[in-house]
């Protein structure tokens, strides 16, 4: 079993920071990705960035790249999520997950185990 916990959401205004936790506990070892995504109300969840436990893999949707920055600290099997030059368009509800490969991280459908989601309100 694998738990993955979230902190850090809030509100910020436009070209604020903000940045997410997700601290995992469990048998992490089974799951070498840990992914960010994000879901907006009436739009499907989409894929923010993941990176691998590694750090030989870190990657970012075009819509983030170069604001948003995702790290890990292994020693306290924890991934970051820092949020720079946030945007209106960046609110949504983000979630953590793992997943037990690195084929095609981009994919949703290949995460198991998900956080419980934190609110990221941008106001303009």
């Known amino acids: 079993q694998v738990q993955l916990e979230e902190s850090g959401g809030g509100s910020v205004q436009t070209g604020g920071s903000l940045r997410l936790s997700c601290a995992a506990s469990?048998?992490?070892?089974?799951?070498?990705?840990m992914g960010w995504f994000r879901q907006a109300p009436g739009k499907e969840r989409e894929f923010v960035a993941a990176?691998?436990?590694?750090?030989?893999?870190?990657d970012y949707a075009d819509s983030v790249k170069g604001r948003f920055t995702i790290s890990r600290d292994n020693a306290k099997n924890t991934v970051y999520l820092h949020m720079n030059s946030l945007k209106p368009e960046d609110t949504a509800v983000y979630y953590c997950?793992?997943?037990?490969?690195?084929?095609?991280?981009?994919?949703?459908?290949?995460?198991?185990?998900w956080g419980q989601g934190s609110q990221i309100t941008v106001s303009s």
């Open positions: 997950a793992m997943a037990p490969n690195v084929v095609n991280i981009r994919a949703k459908n290949n995460y198991l185990n």
């Open positions: 990176i691998t436990w590694s750090g030989s893999i870190a």
């Open positions: 469990g048998r992490t070892v089974s799951f070498p990705v």
